[in-house]
Each structure stands twice: as structure tokens, then as C-alpha cells.
């Protein structure tokens, strides 16, 4: 299973973003989605979480800003970012629980930057 995120970028503060993360592979069923947030030399946060049915959490910071979705037909997991700040320029990752040929197991896709200029 590999997870393969895009859509980061530059964008100047009050901008909007979208990142995009497509799980591919031998995959039965995908229960938990989420994106986390990493600067460098820092621990890796949970910026938000979608179960299979739909419910949602978000980190404080980004709540009424970012928006998380899926798609469970094209095992896709979306983060809309609005209303974007300085503070919010990080490496962001997905992150999906699997259940595939071998079993279960967590999957991190590669990074992607998000840099938000003041």
C-alpha cells in the first residue's frame, strides 16, 4: 500500500489550498484518514481525522478553516485550507489505517509543503 499525497505550495496568507492524498495498492478497506503537520525538528501533529462513516476531529487551530474529506471510491483523503496563516507553514502528511492483503497497518504518505507568506 502506498499513499501519494499532492497540492502543496505557496500561497499568501487569507489564501485557500488544497491537498490531496490517493491510497493505491491491494486495499480491502481504509478505516481512519488524517492529515498531520511537521516542522522540522518538531513532532508530527494531527492537523484533522475522518473515520469511514464520515466523523470528523480537528485541532484547534484549524478548526473553521480546514475542512477534511474523503472519498472512499478512489480511497482519497482531502484537506481544504482556508483562511491560511504564517503560522500554518509546515510539511503536511496523510496518514490512512489499511486493511489489505497482509492485514492492517498504517501508512504515511510522503509530505508535502505548504508555505504560507505573510
Known amino acids: 500500500v502506498q499513499l501519494q499525497a499532492s497540492g502543496g505550495g505557496l500561497v499568501q496568507a487569507g489564501g485557500s489550498l488544497r491537498l490531496s492524498c490517493a491510497a493505491s495498492g491491494t486495499i480491502f478497506r481504509i478505516n481512519t484518514m488524517a492529515w498531520y503537520r511537521q516542522a522540522p525538528g518538531k513532532q508530527r501533529d494531527l492537523v484533522a481525522a475522518i473515520t469511514d462513516d464520515?466523523?470528523?476531529?480537528?485541532?484547534?487551530?484549524?478548526?473553521?478553516r480546514f475542512t477534511i474529506s474523503r472519498d472512499n471510491a478512489k480511497n482519497t483523503v482531502y484537506l481544504?485550507?482556508?483562511?491560511?496563516?504564517?503560522?500554518?507553514?509546515?510539511?503536511?502528511?496523510?496518514?490512512?489505517?489499511?486493511?489489505?492483503?497482509?492485514?492492517?497497518g498504517s501508512f504515511w504518505g510522503q509530505g508535502a509543503l505548504v508555505t504560507v507568506s505573510s
Open 54 to 64: 464520515g466523523s470528523t476531529n480537528y485541532a484547534d487551530s484549524v478548526k473553521g
Open 80 to 104: 481544504q485550507m482556508n483562511s491560511l496563516k504564517p503560522e500554518d507553514t509546515f510539511v503536511y502528511y496523510c496518514w490512512a489505517e489499511v486493511f489489505g492483503r497482509l492485514g492492517s
